[in-house]
C-alpha cells in the first residue's frame, strides 16, 4: 500500500536571502524571497519561517504568498540582524500540476553573510541560497 503513494518532489523552487538598501531606514536588509523557476505557475504558496539556535527560538511566521508565475519571485519576509546567528527555515507549501507539494529551507546560522553570496536565479541578483 506505502508503495502507491506518490510524494511528489519539489523542483526548481528556492528560498533566497538577499541584502538590499533601505532608503527609509538607511540601513541594508536581508530580505527572504521565494523563487519560482519552474515552467508553470505555483497556486496557494504559503511559507512559514522560524528560527532557533540551542534552545532559543524565534516566532513562528506564517505568510500566504498567494500564487507565483513561472520565472517570478515573490518577498517573504525581512530578516533582522539578530536572528543571522540562528539557523532559519522555511518550509514552503504550494500547489502545481493538480499536486500538493512542500519543500523545507534551511540556512545555517551564519551563512548569511556577505562572503557566501552567489546569483540568484531568476532575480539577477546576488544573494544566498538556502539548501
Known amino acids: 500500500m506505502k508503495k502507491d503513494i506518490e510524494i511528489p518532489i519539489a523542483k526548481n523552487v528556492h528560498v533566497a536571502i538577499i541584502p538590499e538598501w533601505n532608503d527609509e531606514f538607511l540601513e541594508k536588509n536581508w530580505n527572504a524571497y521565494i523563487i519560482n523557476d519552474r515552467d508553470t505557475v505555483i497556486e496557494a504558496v504559503i511559507a512559514v519561517s522560524n528560527g532557533y ?78 539548501k
Open 53 to 130: 539556535e540551542g534552545d532559543r527560538k524565534t516566532s513562528t511566521m506564517r505568510h500566504g504568498l498567494g500564487d507565483i508565475p513561472s520565472k517570478e519571485y515573490r518577498k517573504i519576509e525581512v530578516l533582522q540582524e539578530d536572528i543571522l546567528a540562528f539557523n532559519n527555515e522555511f518550509f514552503v507549501t504550494f500547489f502545481a500540476d493538480d499536486k500538493l507539494y512542500e519543500k523545507r529551507f534551511l540556512f545555517e546560522k551564519y551563512t548569511i553573510s556577505e562572503s557566501n553570496l552567489s546569483p540568484i536565479p531568476v532575480m539577477e541578483l546576488e544573494g544566498v541560497l538556502a
